[in-house]
Antibody, heavy 118, light 111 residues
């Protein structure tokens, strides 16, 4: 059974940093593109970043470029999102997802909540 | 403001069909077969319903179907059931500012 479990969310002050983790089980993690997608409270989905199988290709949404960094450890079956210079508008639930088809995410975690507030 | 435009809400009675539209541009929906649709019941993670415009992952019922005409993609749900009540999102590959874009979401109410 495919499982994605996010962790690392919490309350952080504006300008602060946070590192999210996603533990993957039940599929060949090293053969999968992976994404982070977020959802602000009461709002829609927003793609944040994704990465190819070996980490050699990464893509970010424009508003997080230079502040967020996606990475992976295939030996640990884990995906990460390092977030810095956080802003109030970064608040939301962050989902880890497997991109089982090109530009489509077929499995999602339950998400971890990030709150940026003073 | 989302890159892809969806109606905020649609509704239908059990057994009926509803169609949700998703309008983009030649930078995304209109030029690439990388359109997907997701279902998100309240308080849960999204679920993939359609990928590559009209393909269904295994396990997704055939009453969910996708299509595209020009810059507009559509999701049709036939034989509406109470459990279909959820938010629905379209998404697409894009050559504009962001690599991947979502619609603003459509709330489906089953009357």
């Amino acid at each position: 059974e495919v499982q994605l479990v996010e962790s690392g969310g919490g309350l952080v002050q504006p300008g602060g940093s946070l590192r999210l983790s996603c533990a993957a089980t039940g599929f060949s993690f090293s053969d999968s593109w992976m994404s982070w997608v977020r959802q602000a409270p009461g709002k829609g989905l927003e793609w944040v970043a994704n990465m190819n199988r070996d980490g050699s290709e990464v893509y970010y949404m424009d508003s997080v470029k230079g502040r967020f960094s996606i990475s992976r450890d295939n030996a640990r079956n884990s995906l990460y999102l390092q977030m810095s210079s956080l802003r109030a508008e970064d608040t939301g639930v962050y989902f880890c997802a497997r991109d089982g088809y090109p530009f489509s995410s077929d499995y999602w975690g339950q998400g971890t909540l990030v709150t940026v507030a003073s | 403001q989302s890159a892809l435009t969806q109606p905020p809400s649609v509704s239908g009675s059990p057994g009926q069909s509803v169609t949700i539209s998703c309008t983009g541009s030649s930078s995304d929906v209109g030029s690439y077969n990388r359109v997907s649709w997701y279902q998100q019941p309240p308080g849960t993670a999204p679920k993939l319903l359609i990928y590559e415009v009209s393909r269904r992952p295994s396990g997704v019922p055939a009453r969910f179907s996708g299509s595209r005409s020009g810059n507009t993609a559509s999701l049709t749900i036939s034989g509406l059931q109470a459990e279909d009540e959820a938010d629905y999102y379209c998404a697409s590959f894009s050559t504009s500012i962001d690599f991947r874009v979502f619609g603003g979401g459509t709330k489906l109410t089953v009357l």
